[in-house]
C-alpha cells in the first residue's frame, strides 16, 4: 500500500465552483501534513499546512481527520488560475522523510 | 535573496556519461534532499543529509551519489549506472523535522 493515496483526476470544474480533493496516508506516526501546488514543469510550492484544528486561508480550507487518515482540500469560488496539480505530502521526522502523493490535476475553466 | 538554486535548468546526458547537477541554498537549512519525479508521478526521493558530512540512502538510490562538504551545498551526481535518468530533479531543504519542505526550480536531466 502506498504511503499517501491521492485521486489523480483531473478535476474539470467551471470559475466559481468549489472543489475539494482528499488524501489518505497510511501510517499513523505520520505527524506533519501539507498541501502543495505544482504547476506544470515547475517545482512544488506549499499551499498550506494542515493542523489538527483545520486552517483556512482566503478561497482554501485544510482539514486534518487523524481517527480515518486523511486530509483534505477545500477550494472556493474557484479561478482559472487554480489549474494545477495539488501534491498532498506527509512527513514522519522520525525517518526523515516527506510521502509525496502522485497528485490530484485540477482545471478550471471558463 | 534567499534561496535554493539549482543548475543547470536543462542538462543532456550522453548514455555511459556521469552528470553532476547542484545545489546550492542560503537559508541556513540543515536538511537536504534529492527527488526525482517522473511524468505523471509522485516525487521519490533519492538522498538526504541532515548534517555536514552525513548522508543517507533515500528509497531510489542506486545510480547517484552525493556529497555534503558545506551546509550550503548538496551537489547530486548521475552515474552510468542509473539506467533510467531521464526526469526531473528537485532539491529540497527543511529548516526543522516537523516543518515545510522548500524546493529549487529542478533541473530537468535528459539522455540523448
Known amino acids: 500500500r502506498k504511503e499517501v493515496e491521492q485521486d489523480p483526476g483531473p478535476f474539470n470544474v467551471p470559475e466559481g465552483a468549489t472543489v475539494a480533493f482528499n488524501c489518505t496516508y497510511s501510517?499513523?506516526?505520520?505527524?506533519?501534513f501539507f498541501w502543495y501546488r505544482q504547476d506544470c514543469r515547475k517545482e512544488p510550492k506549499l499551499l498550506m499546512s494542515?493542523?489538527?484544528s483545520g486552517n483556512e486561508d482566503g478561497r482554501f480550507t485544510a482539514q486534518l481527520n487523524r481517527a480515518s487518515q486523511y486530509i483534505s482540500l477545500l477550494i472556493r469560488d474557484s479561478k482559472l488560475s487554480d489549474s494545477a496539480t495539488y501534491l498532498c505530502?506527509?512527513?514522519?521526522?522520525?525517518?526523515?522523510?516527506?510521502?509525496f502523493g502522485s497528485g490530484t490535476k485540477l482545471n478550471v475553466k471558463p | 535573496d534567499g534561496g535554493i538554486t539549482q543548475s543547470p535548468k536543462y542538462l543532456f546526458r550522453k548514455e555511459g556519461q556521469n552528470v553532476t547537477l547542484s545545489c546550492e541554498q542560503n537559508?541556513?537549512?540543515?536538511?537536504m534532499y534529492w527527488y526525482r519525479q517522473d511524468p505523471g508521478q509522485g516525487l521519490r526521493l533519492i538522498y538526504y543529509?541532515?548534517?555536514?558530512?552525513?548522508?543517507q540512502k533515500g528509497d531510489i538510490a542506486e545510480g547517484y551519489s552525493v556529497s555534503r562538504e558545506k551546509k550550503e551545498s548538496f551537489p547530486l551526481t548521475v552515474t552510468s549506472a542509473q539506467k533510467n535518468p531521464t526526469a526531473f530533479y528537485l532539491c529540497?531543504?527543511?529548516?526543522?523535522?516537523?516543518?515545510?519542505?522548500?524546493f529549487g526550480q529542478g533541473t530537468r536531466l535528459t539522455v540523448v
Open positions: 505530502v506527509v512527513n514522519r521526522p522520525n525517518f526523515n522523510k516527506f510521502y
Open positions: 501510517n499513523s506516526a505520520s505527524q506533519s
Open positions: 494542515v493542523y489538527s
Open positions: 537559508l541556513n537549512h540543515d536538511a
Open positions: 543529509s541532515q548534517i555536514v558530512n552525513d548522508f
Open positions: 529540497a531543504t527543511q529548516t526543522d523535522l516537523n516543518t515545510e519542505a522548500f
